[in-house]
């Protein structure tokens, strides 16, 4: 069971992990095996926990520190869990913690493309997306409603940053992603999901956009939903690289929804089942 540490400032060193460094300098890009992430809620950090994920120290006020024993207990002896008033936890933080408890836990080493589409049917591909709310939003849209695999493009928002692990309800450390190296995107990244006998499809508002309702819609058993940027959608390039568009019917005038939303009704309608139509 991780160890109880009581601090007395909070210009403890020990800390700067949950409120000092950057999301860059937790990322620690030159040295992968320094690199961390912080982890917020007990509902979250019970996911990172059942997921494997190596816990390095914890964060709690005084006040939630027996209701969450049972997540310290699964932790190694030499865990420390850090513990300060509330208020003192707020301030350190710079705003009400959920619960009041936080961890920080190693940074899990990135996979392959190819592992991680071994055995994927249903895969989410995603090109540069910014907000970190989207894409936690929509990785946990994709954990409930089918998603196989997620890819990002180089240039895509980290999955593992704060905001966007809380917003995923942990789920991004449920779903297998990776990055796509930027030599290999787009073509190279579309030739090896078309190899694996993958259909690709970019929702994306073009004249030959096919509703994702359609009747005569055919994806095939292998799927590969693309989705662009919250600006513009998806490149040329990205477009160009897939065998079809897609659109979701809409009324009232509205020509598209934030991607976060457009991406679960797609889910739903194209992964639950193989296609709905």
Known sequence: MARTVRLESLDDPRLDAYARLTEHQLRSRLEPERAMLVAESR???????????EPLSFLVDESHLASAADL??????????????QEQLERLCGFKVTRG?????????ERGVAEILDGARN?????DLVDVTNVGAL?????????????????CADPLCRRAVRVSMGTVFQVPWTRVEAGAWPAACADE??????????????D????????????GQKRALFFGCEGWGLTKAALAACDQALIIPMARGVDSLNVAASSAVAFWQLFQTGGRC
């Open 43 to 53: 509902n979250v950090i019970d996911v990172a926990l059942a997921q494997g994920l």
């Open 72 to 85: 310290f207990a699964r932790a190694p002896e030499e865990v420390p869990v850090f513990v300060l008033p």
């Open 101 to 109: 408890l936080l961890a920080c836990f190693r940074r899990p080493a």
């Open 123 to 127: 895969v989410v591909v995603l090109e």
């Open 139 to 155: 990785f946990r849209s994709a954990a409930a409603l089918g998603a196989d695999a997620v890819l990002l493009s180089p240039r």
């Open 193 to 206: 999901l078309r190899g694996r006998g993958f259909s690709l499809s970019a929702l994306a508002l073009t």
């Open 208 to 219: 030959d956009a096919l509703p994702i309702d359609d009747p005569g819609l055919d994806l």
